[in-house]
T-cell receptor, first 114, second 113 residues
Framework: GENVEQHPSTLSVQEGDSAVIKCTYS??????FPWYKQELGKRPQLIID?????GEKKDQRIAVTLNKTAKHFSLHITETQPEDSAVYFC?????????????FGQGTRLTINP | GAVVSQHPSWVICKSGTSVKIECRSL??????MFWYRQFPKQSLMLMAT?????????EQGVEKDKFLINHASLTLSTLTVTSAHPEDSSFYIC?????????FGPGTRLTVL
């Protein structure tokens, strides 16, 4: 089955700097890669996603890149703000196998220092 | 956007009792819902896929007789933790599938004494 590895487990950056979180996946059939932000005790919130037919997607300060050959994808947050502090999870799924079962990475605790 | 609710938001029970958690899609119909468990400072682990009108599909290592799932309508799935023990204490989160995106419920924190 699919296995998703996420790094780093913790990341601390100065406010205004950029943050990058990386994930690798094992199943070459995976074709959907969402990123979630989770605050303590809350539900995961989808912040951006990418499908395997594109290599990059951007939404304001957030961008995701996908390298299908290397089977890795990354989250980029620019001009970080204190409210970006949270735990971020990547995930992968293969929608062609029915019910879009998501496999999550281990999570990255991002801290933005003012 | 699509809204998913869970009830209760938290529950404390004694060891050996059963607890039922409800997951509802409020403004859309969901043929498929998912149940996850999240231990402190860990990732979301899929427990089972809940399919309306049919039996749930459980992930390897998840006891189907302990975690009973019922998806009786297109807007409601329930997870019953039977004979709960302290090691079942966790954050249980459901999600409902709309097209290809999963929308998550707010979670239920279960504490078993």
């Amino acid at each position: 089955g699919e296995n998703v590895e996420q790094h780093p487990s913790t990341l601390s950056v100065q406010e205004g700097d950029s943050a990058v979180i990386k994930c690798t996946y094992s199943d070459s059939a995976s074709n959907y890669f969402p990123w979630y932000k989770q605050e303590l005790g809350k539900r995961p919130q989808l912040i951006i996603d990418i499908r395997s037919n594109v290599g990059e997607k951007k939404d304001q300060r957030i961008a995701v890149t996908l390298n299908k050959t290397a089977k890795h994808f990354s989250l980029h947050i620019t001009e970080t703000q204190p409210e970006d502090s949270a735990v971020y999870f990547c995930a992968a799924s293969n929608g062609d196998q029915g019910a879009q079962k998501l496999v999550f990475g281990q999570g990255t605790r991002l801290t933005i220092n003012p | 956007g699509a809204v998913v609710s869970q009830h209760p938001s938290w529950v404390i029970c004694k060891s050996g009792t059963s607890v039922k958690i409800e997951c509802r899609s409020l403004d859309f119909q969901a043929t498929t819902m998912f149940w996850y468990r999240q231990f402190p400072k860990q990732s979301l682990m899929l427990m089972a896929t809940s399919n309306e009108g049919s039996k749930a599909t459980y992930e390897q290592g998840v006891e189907k007789d302990k975690f009973l799932i019922n998806h009786a309508s297109l807007t409601l799935s329930t997870l019953t933790v039977t004979s709960a023990h302290p090691e079942d204490s966790s954050f249980y989160i459901c999600s409902a599938l709309l097209v290809y995106e999963q929308f998550f419920g707010p979670g239920t924190r279960l504490t078993v004494l």
